[in-house]
C-alpha cells in the first residue's frame, strides 16, 4: 500500500514541479491528499482515523525550501493481512443436562 500510494502521489503531483513555493500550493496539496487519504478510509483500503498529510515548519528548513525542497509527512495505516484465523474450541458439558429431558419428551 505504501509503495501504490507512493507511486499515486509521484504521478499526481510531479506536474506540480516547477511552480512559484507559494501557501496556495502547500495548502492545495494537504487539502487533496487528505481528501484522497479519507476517500481510501471510506472504502476500507485504510483503517482510521488518523490518515492525513501534513506540512510541518520543522521538517522544511529555510535552506531546503531555498533549494525548492518541499517535505510532506504522510501518516496513513493500511489494514494488516490475516495471516491466521484461529478458533477456540471447547466441548460444553452443560449441553448434556438437556438430554435427558428431550428423551422424555421426544
Known amino acids: 500500500m505504501f509503495n501504490w500510494f507512493g507511486n ?7 506536474q506540480k514541479l516547477s511552480l512559484p513555493l507559494r501557501g496556495v500550493l ?10 484522497r487519504l479519507a476517500g481510501l ?22 535552506t531546503d525550501l ?13 489494514p494488516p493481512p490475516a495471516e491466521t484465523i484461529e478458533f477456540w ?3 460444553e458439558p452443560k449441553n448434556l443436562e438437556s438430554l435427558g ?4 419428551t421426544g
Open 89 to 91: 474450541m471447547e466441548y
Open 41 to 62: 478510509e471510506s472504502a476500507g483500503y485504510l483503517v482510521g482515523p488518523v490518515n492525513r498529510v501534513e506540512w510541518d515548519a520543522k521538517r522544511n528548513v529555510l
Open 26 to 35: 502547500v495548502d492545495n496539496i494537504v487539502t487533496s491528499v487528505n481528501t
Open 66 to 78: 531555498i533549494d525548492g525542497v518541499v517535505r510532506f509527512h504522510v501518516r496513513m495505516t493500511p
Open 101 to 104: 429431558e428431550m428423551l422424555v
Open 8 to 14: 499515486e502521489l509521484i504521478l499526481t503531483y510531479w
